[in-house]
T-cell receptor, first 111, second 114 residues
Framework: DQQVKQNSPSLSVQEGRISILNCDYT??????FLWYKKYPAEGPTFLIS?????DKNEDGRFTVFLNKSAKHLSLHIVPSQPGDSAVYFC??????????FGAGTTVTVRA | DTGVSQDPRHKITKRGQNVTFRCDPI?????LYWYRQTLGQGPEFLTY????????KSRLLSDRFSAERPKGSFSTLEIQRTEQGDSAMYLC????????????FGPGTRLTVT
């Protein structure tokens, strides 16, 4: 059972514009959410996270929004840069810290 | 600190053979996790350790899989009698006591069973 879903397998965006990645979850017990970025032949790299007690967290060009009532979160990247081209994974966890991942969204930033 | 390391990076084996992977976590990280990732999917949880104790195993982890973390440092994941369905990327991650939510991943071991 896929508890975390990323319904867009790919996203293409022009350099300098905003990238918006979406993620939905079904388990209401999740209390912490993370975004990871992955380049080919490397392991996932932590990007940004948000606790369920917040609805927004910002770190430089990256902002994560959480809508608990809709069980939805999104990652905004502004402005998008060529180095942002990668696969982005949404992950969620409870207080046991095991991560449940979505299938990923491949972002391509066009020059 | 060199981050999480995994060895080997790639392993090709014939069906029925045993394989063992090693993970060295970030020093002083008390939790260590194993995940498996197949093509087009996100990583799936397999098992995790707190210090040397294995606290949980996923139902994905059949009896052919065994993991250890002696002395709470490095960990090994062994697969006995490999099957073609075991072909995947095996990822290791670790986290600290002070920030248990944020897991740092290694580069993974790519297993191909022929």
């Amino acid at each position: 059972d896929q508890q975390v879903k990323q319904n867009s397998p790919s996203l293409s965006v022009q350099e300098g514009r905003i990238s918006i990645l979406n993620c939905d979850y079904t388990n209401s017990m999740f209390d912490y959410f993370l975004w990871y970025k992955k380049y080919p032949a490397e392991g996932p790299t932590f990007l940004i996270s948000i606790s369920s007690i917040k609805d927004k967290n910002e770190d430089g060009r990256f902002t994560v929004f959480l809508n608990k009532s809709a069980k939805h979160l999104s990652l905004h990247i502004v402005p998008s840069q060529p180095g942002d081209s990668a696969v982005y994974f949404c992950a969620a966890t409870t207080n046991d810290y095991k991560l449940s991942f979505g299938a990923g969204t491949t972002v391509t930033v066009r020059a | 600190d060199t981050g999480v390391s995994q060895d080997p990076r790639h392993k090709i084996t014939k069906r029925g053979q045993n394989v063992t992977f090693r993970c060295d976590p970030i020093s002083e990280h008390n939790r260590l996790y194993w995940y498996r990732q197949t093509l087009g999917q996100g990583p799936e949880f397999l098992t995790y350790f707190q210090n040397e104790a294995q606290l949980e195993k996923s139902r994905l982890l059949s009896d052919r899989f065994s993991a250890e973390r002696p002395k709470g440092s490095f960990s090994t994941l062994e697969i006995q009698r490999t099957e073609q369905g075991d072909s995947a990327m095996y990822l290791c991650a670790s986290s600290s006591r002070t920030d248990p939510y944020e897991q740092y991943f290694g580069p993974g071991t790519r297993l191909t069973v022929t």
